[in-house]
């Protein structure tokens, strides 16, 4: 099975292991594991509940496996975050200054909206090592909308570049305060580099209904639960 090696790329890894990557199963967030399976439970029930409307999100297996899919960097130190007469600033300690720091705005490029146009930059604190034929999308923690910054997505070739180099984000304007040491930062997965080719079907009316009369038999149970059954594929990253 392919395996994926973390080079230590600051010197604060070899004081703890506590900053370590993950598996990003091993960090969920509360808002997605501390929510209801149905939308409606009889209490007492144990897992067998009684629900009226279905599933809600937390049920939905396609949600579920992006939080699980590849590994998450999370920050060494903390990151103190404020404005100064309209512009975003941050300070870390001295020892973390190569981790994360402000850069010149990049002429042209759009922030993200709700956040302010500064620039900053990750050093991450790890490098990514993959075997042959295989690339790493380097992103944003997927749908980690409680997070008070962007991180600006790419692809790098890991396989033959075993280091890292800056990585921008931006941080939401109306956030200040402290970005906490062990805040998850970067979420990297890793895919084999295939030559792909394309098609496009376009059904007839009665085809399109006949598929759709048929993902309706198929779907409409009243228990829900049946793309996890009978079509859902275990993804595995240790």
Not at 111 to 118: D, K, L, N, Q, R
Not at 135 to 151: C, E, G, K, V, Y
Request: hydrophobic fraction near 35%; charged fraction near 25%; glycine fraction near 6%.
């Amino acid at each position: 099975m392919p395996n994926v090696r973390f080079h230590s790329n600051h010197f604060s890894n070899l004081s703890t292991d506590k900053y370590f990557p993950y598996p990003a199963k091993s960090i969920v967030p509360e808002w997605f594991s501390g929510a209801n399976r149905y939308f409606r439970e009889v209490e007492g029930l144990d897992k067998k509940f009684v629900h009226e409307r279905g599933l809600t999100f937390k049920g939905c297996p396609a949600l579920l496996d992006i939080f699980l899919n590849g590994y998450i960097l999370v920050t060494p130190c903390d990151i103190h975050v404020y404005d100064e007469n309209g512009t975003k600033k941050i300070f870390v300690e001295n020892q973390f200054h190569s981790f994360c720091r402000k850069r010149e705005e990049a002429e042209g490029f759009p922030s993200p909206a709700g956040h302010s146009e500064e620039n900053f930059v990750w050093y991450p604190n790890w490098a990514v090592e993959l075997p042959q034929g295989y690339s790493a999308i380097h992103m944003s923690p997927i749908n980690r909308f409680d997070l008070p910054f962007t991180t600006v997505a790419g692809i790098i070739d890991n396989d033959t570049l075993h280091t890292t180099g800056q990585i921008t984000f931006f941080i939401a304007k109306d956030f200040t305060g402290v970005i906490p040491a062990g805040t998850p930062y970067v979420q990297i997965i890793p895919f084999k580099r295939e030559v792909w080719t394309h098609d496009t079907i376009n059904h007839t009316s009665q085809e399109i209904y006949d598929r759709e009369e048929n993902v309706r038999k198929t779907f409409s149970v009243p228990e829900g639960g049946v793309y996890k059954k009978r079509f859902w594929s275990r993804k595995d990253y240790s």
